[in-house]
């Protein structure tokens, strides 16, 4: 007496799709990222509540405008960025048409532009930082100068990350002999960087430049 086999029943409506792991990957490393700059702004209010006149008196010398600006920059990068992921997803690694037609860019045009952004945004801060250290306001000054420069000069190190990360995946776009699916998934965590980036310093600046 023989036994049938059986053969599995397939699932209803088709595979399966699994997640991408490069995605799922970089969203538990963003996590982690999260939990590090938790901790810098723990750091943070931690010293700011023991020292409340001299957070009062420094963060008066902020140049609020000058930061105003920079955040803009910074915000507006995001924007040129996702362009450039759906440049990235319509599998268009440069531009089909004119340079001024923004319409027909592809992915290299749009990730340029968000780094030269990226990049006025780190030149900027660093100016600011020149001009606060002028004004007295240096790390080994007090709690609010070690405090301004540690929460602020991490971001920017993250904000230069962002702009080799760009580098790298610009200068794939033009070795590789096809555009396929493996460099627009690269440019899309790339993406998921950037914007957490520009997430964190809207409110890193909403707490060092608003917050009384």
Not at 24 to 34: K, N, P, R, Y
Not at 94 to 106: I, K
Not at 169 to 181: P, S
Request: with cysteine.
């Amino acid at each position: 007496m023989t036994t049938a086999t059986q053969t599995p029943a397939k699932p209803v409506g088709g595979s399966i799709n699994r997640p991408n792991l490069t995605s799922v990957g970089t969203i538990v490393w963003l996590a982690s990222e999260v939990m590090f700059f938790a901790g810098l702004f723990a750091m943070y209010f931690t010293l700011r509540s023991t020292s409340p006149e001299l957070w009062a008196d420094e963060s008066a010398k902020l140049n609020v405008w000058l930061a105003t600006a920079n955040t803009i920059i910074l915000v507006s990068s995001s924007v040129t960025c996702q362009f450039g992921v759906f440049a990235a997803e319509r599998l268009q690694p440069r531009r089909a048409g004119g340079v001024l037609d923004l319409r027909r860019w592809g992915m290299v045009e749009w990730f340029a532009l968000t780094f030269i952004m990226g990049a006025i945004f780190v030149a900027v801060q660093a100016f600011e930082y020149a001009e606060l250290v002028a004004h007295g306001i240096s790390i080994p000054a007090h709690a609010y100068g070690s405090a301004f420069y540690i929460t602020t000069g991490f971001h920017a190190l993250h904000v230069t990350g962002g702009l080799i990360a760009f580098l790298f995946i610009m200068g794939r776009a033009f070795v590789a002999k096809r555009f396929g699916h493996f460099e627009a998934t690269s440019a899309i965590v790339v993406s998921y960087y950037w914007h957490f980036v520009d997430v964190v310093w809207i409110v890193l600046f909403l707490v060092v430049y608003f917050l009384k």
